[in-house]
């Protein structure tokens, strides 16, 4: 680091605790003067270099909480040890086996810093560094524990730097890049510090040092970056030593991994992402806002009366990915593209939905809600139709088409329940999904992940489903099923799936249950406690 190195202390508080950090400005080929605004003299850049700074201060605190161990045990990444092989070289050894787009361990963190690329003059790069010397770099570490790792007696060159991407779904891009492109965020690991269990992903040897073939891969964790994990690129055996690529896999494993992973360890990272943000929200509400681009769309009418939309307005910070159903059963169509809204004619005969309403009808009750304020069992005031609860035992043929479709379990499903409009009656707008997770209807901090309503007969006037934040309405029709996806697989909820049952003006039937993240595991939810509608098994 250059002599014009400026070390500020500052305090950050995380809950009660009070941690003293330092933030260093490395300037190379500037004058300590510059380092106060890293991209230009607007006022409006100059708030954001400030918000910059905040956030990366912020983030260093809660991961360095999130690395003590008194605080967070990551035991869901805990697959590998540090052991010394029979040649005397230390490695990380998979304790268990681990299958691909699995996490093995985290990366530690012990700096964070931001790269602000300076391109006002031709860069001069050294013989030692792929980094421009006249870029500028802004570091936040631990100061009292560390020292200056920067400094004249640091040891910058035995430090792991590890670039970490951000797209629109990490809460850190807002405060960090929206509106630039010549920022870079990077995580500083000292290789030479004792690791914790769990935290071992800077010990982790690459495929160019041990000659061998790499079998895992550093990823952002989706929605809580700057958090890195070690994920399996390919099934790993118990005893195997773990090695780094010396590049990255192609974008093709990267997606499969990212996805796997998420569907994996999808609690995990809700509850990591919840920090994340507790640490940018303040700051995201400062930056300015970006300038949205035109948005295309097209429009087709269908069978349904609904539309086609094969394009729509997304959310400003963008969420995902949601879940994935069975592309391949048969009948399956999209009607929308952002929201995603799956249709499939004739998921239920005729038969099957007179039989279910005819199950239904005897024990057709006021549809009730918990009062959240006093606890109180009562009829919900946002919906004025009734229902019944059906046990998955009686209709066995259904569940298996619902799992069929969704590719899920049947312990992931909620209690199904036949719906009934009268003339007149309506359900408001109402969103399926919960803001991360809650713990409700038999499962526990999940979310519903999936809505899947069928229609089970044909309604001539009114009784549409209309989703009013994207102006979309689906008529009615014996059969039909309709999918849509309340919240992402990081249990964040989509407003755009904001959807309301509009006044029937003709009698209205539906088969409604919902994709939970997890198992229902809450006895007093268990379909033995249901009672039984008829012996007619469907």
């Known amino acids: 680091m250059s002599s014009s190195s400026l070390i500020v202390a500052v305090i950050c508080c995380q809950g009660s605790q009070m941690t003293a950090f330092a933030m260093v400005a490395a300037n190379r080929g500037f004058s300590k003067s510059n380092i106060g605004n890293l991209v230009s003299n607007q006022a409006e850049k100059s708030n954001f270099d400030e918000i910059c700074r905040k956030t990366v201060h912020n983030l260093f605190s809660v991961c360095s909480h999130i690395q003590d161990l008194g605080l967070y045990q990551p035991k869901w990444a805990d697959a590998c040890e540090e052991k010394t092989t029979s040649n005397g070289r230390k490695a990380i050894i998979a304790t268990k086996d681990v299958y691909k787009g699995q996490a093995l361990t985290l990366f530690p963190i012990h700096a964070l810093g931001v790269r602000c690329l300076q391109r006002d003059n031709p860069p001069k790069y050294s013989k030692q560094s792929n980094r421009s010397n006249h870029d500028v770099e802004f570091v936040a570490n631990n100061f009292d524990c560390d020292g200056d790792l920067f400094g004249e007696n640091g040891h910058a060159g035995a430090l792991i730097r590890l670039s ?161 159903i069975n592309k391949q059963y048969p009948g399956l169509r999209q009607l929308n593209q952002s929201p995603a809204i799956f249709a499939v004619d004739n998921f239920l005969s005729a038969d099957e939905c007179d039989r279910l309403i005819a199950k239904a009808l005897p024990h057709l009750q006021p549809c009730m809600v918990k009062n959240e304020a006093t606890g109180v069992v009562e009829q919900d005031p946002s919906r004025t139709n ?44 109402h969103t399926d999904g919960f803001d991360g997770p809650t713990s409700a209807c038999g499962f526990e901090h999940a979310n519903r992940i999936a809505t899947i309503f069928t229609y089970l007969n044909d309604v001539q006037l009114g009784g549409g489903t209309l989703f009013p934040y994207i102006n979309f309405e689906i008529r009615p029709k014996r059969g039909m099923a309709v999918i849509h996806f309340p919240s992402d697989l990081l249990l ?47």
């Not at 003709?506 to 406690?529: A, F």
């Open 164 to 324: 970490i991407p951000l797209d629109k779904d990490q809460p850190a891009f807002d405060p960090i890049l929206r509106g630039v492109n010549d920022r870079l965020l990077f995580a500083m690991i000292d290789p030479s510090r004792e690791a914790c269990q769990g935290w071992l992903g800077g010990k982790i040897h690459s495929a160019s040092t041990v000659r061998s073939e790499s079998n895992c891969f550093t990823l952002p964790l989706p929605g809580a970056a700057p958090l890195c994990a070690t994920v399996a690129i390919r099934d790993i055996k118990a005893g195997e030593e773990l090695v780094h690529g010396a590049n990255p896999p192609c974008v093709e494993v990267i997606d499969d991994c990212r996805d796997a992973f998420i569907q994996a360890h999808m609690t995990e990272l809700a509850d990591l992402r919840t920090y994340i943000e507790m640490a940018c929200k303040p700051l995201r509400k400062k930056v300015p806002p970006a300038t949205a681009g035109p948005q295309a769309s097209s429009d087709m009418s269908n069978s349904t009366g609904a539309k086609e939309v094969k394009s729509s307005p997304v959310l400003e910070n963008g969420i995902g990915p949601f879940h994935t």
């Open 492 to 538: 964040r909820g989509d407003e755009r799936t904001v959807h309301e049952g509009m006044s029937a003006k003709d009698e209205k039937w539906l088969l409604v249950t919902w994709l939970w993240s997890t198992p229902r595991s809450d006895k007093r939810y268990s379909e033995d406690n249901l009672l039984s509608l008829s012996s007619d098994k469907i």
């Open 386 to 429: 009734t229902d019944a609860n059906v046990r998955q035992s009686e209709v066995p043929t259904v569940v298996a088409k619902l799992t069929d479709l969704l590719l899920c379990e049947a312990n992931q499903l909620e209690i199904l329940q036949i719906l009934h409009y009268s003339e007149g009656q309506t359900f408001k707008a």
